[in-house]
């Protein structure tokens, strides 16, 4: 009986050396489920919150499968090599933002896409990838907690592309790229008393912020958000709109494809940034809970990867990705409930996009490459 169980061991051994070596497929099989439910979770949200216009389904589905094609290759890849190429990812992004400034075509008052005549992509997607995973070779190449001049360093490296996005303008897409950068600094330990220096500094600078830097729909969503009842048909529209169809949402909701709000087209941007407030009035507050659950079980995946990784690269660019899916959340749930700005921030992987699915799901193929980097020195 021991010599049989010896021998199953070991065939169970051959086997599985041979699917992952000889295939060469390495994947995170807990993650990638969970991501298939968030997806298949948010395509059916997407058909009642597109009006069931089923473009909009279709166009999803194959971003979707770029995206998991993407990083099923990115899971492929040694985080060694990663870490060694990240600066180049990182130059060719800062390389495409400067030609969206004077080649870039634009929609709704705002210029940000590259077009190559069969494809238009954001270019912006690519630094949220790109920032932290050059921050983490940065910074994971020396003695931490980090040093002054280090700081110094990754403030530029985060800055730069902050900035480059906020011309075009994409405050949302400007400030996750900035959050992906400061999650790298933080995870790295950074000290108190750069954090407090950083709260003095955006204080202070506030009233530039707002009468230099914010265009003057910026500043409407700001005043908005603190009395939207202030212009109902308006800039207050969106909010009161969403928050309706939530609170109608009740404890299980109306049923799919039953929303007043979205089939009557109450709701605007309903397939896009208020995508959560469907959710609701359909499923109600079990729905939305169930939802978040499944968020939660991805992100503590993503911690638990982190926590595993086998170099300190891995261990902050697995951190920083996480908690950047985290700030996706958070924002967009914030600013739809009106105790945030309206930022332009989507749902990940619920809200209608190209894009930043196909971001999304690079930057889980990174989590993957770091998750079996334990497997890949085993072998």
């Given at each position: ?52 216009q ?5 166009r ?15 899971a ?5 090599f ?19 400034i004077f ?10 896409w ?7 992509f ?21 003695l ?25 303008p ?35 600078a ?10 003057d ?9 603190l ?26 909701g ?8 979205s ?33 939660l079980?991805?992100?503590?995946r ?14 902050l ?7 950047t ?10 600013m ?33 490459a ?10």
């Amino acid at each position: 009986m021991a010599e049989f169980d010896h021998q199953l061991k070991e065939y169970g051994r051959v086997v599985h050396s041979w699917g992952t070596s000889r295939l060469g497929v390495r994947i995170d099989w807990m993650l990638l489920l969970l991501l298939l439910t968030l997806m298949a979770t948010g395509i059916a949200i997407l058909h009642s919150a597109s009006g069931q216009q089923f473009v909009y389904v279709k166009r999803q589905l194959v971003f979707m499968a770029v995206g998991l094609v993407a990083m099923l290759i990115v899971a492929q890849v040694p985080p060694r090599f990663l870490e060694r190429w990240a600066f180049v990812l990182y130059y060719i992004g800062l390389a495409l933002l400067v030609g969206v400034i004077f080649f870039g075509v634009g929609a709704k008052g705002a210029q940000r896409w590259l077009d190559l005549g069969f494809f238009r992509f954001q270019p912006s997607e690519l630094l949220k990838i790109g920032v932290p995973l050059m921050l983490s070779a940065y910074m994971g190449k020396r003695l931490l907690p980090p040093r002054f001049k280090h700081v110094m360093a990754a403030l530029l490296i985060i800055i730069t592309p902050a900035v480059l996005v906020g011309m075009q303008p994409d405050l949302g897409t400007g400030l996750l790229i900035f959050a992906a950068g400061g999650f790298v600094l933080f995870l790295a330990g950074l000290s108190l008393r750069y954090l407090s220096a950083a709260l003095v500094v955006a204080l202070t600078a506030t009233p530039l912020f707002w009468f230099y830097l914010l265009r003057d729909y910026q500043k409407l969503r700001i005043i908005t958000l603190l009395d939207p009842q202030s212009d109902k048909l308006g800039a207050g529209w969106n909010i009161i709109q969403a928050t309706t169809a939530i609170g109608a949402g009740g404890l299980t909701g109306k049923g799919w494809l039953s929303g007043t709000q979205s089939q009557l087209n109450f709701l605007p941007e309903s397939h896009t940034d208020f995508i959560i407030a469907v959710l609701s009035e359909e499923f109600g507050f079990v729905g939305v809970m169930l939802l978040l659950l499944l968020y939660l079980l991805i992100i503590m995946r993503g911690i638990f990867i982190s926590l595993r990784a086998q170099s300190m690269f891995g261990r902050l660019a697995a951190g920083s990705i996480t908690l950047t899916f985290f700030f996706y959340i958070f924002v967009n749930l914030g600013m739809v409930s009106g105790i945030l700005p309206i930022v332009g921030i989507p749902l990940p992987m619920v809200s209608y996009g190209g894009t930043a699915i196909v971001s999304l799901l690079l930057g889980f193929g990174v989590l993957m490459a770091i998750s079996t980097e334990r497997k890949r020195m085993g072998q």
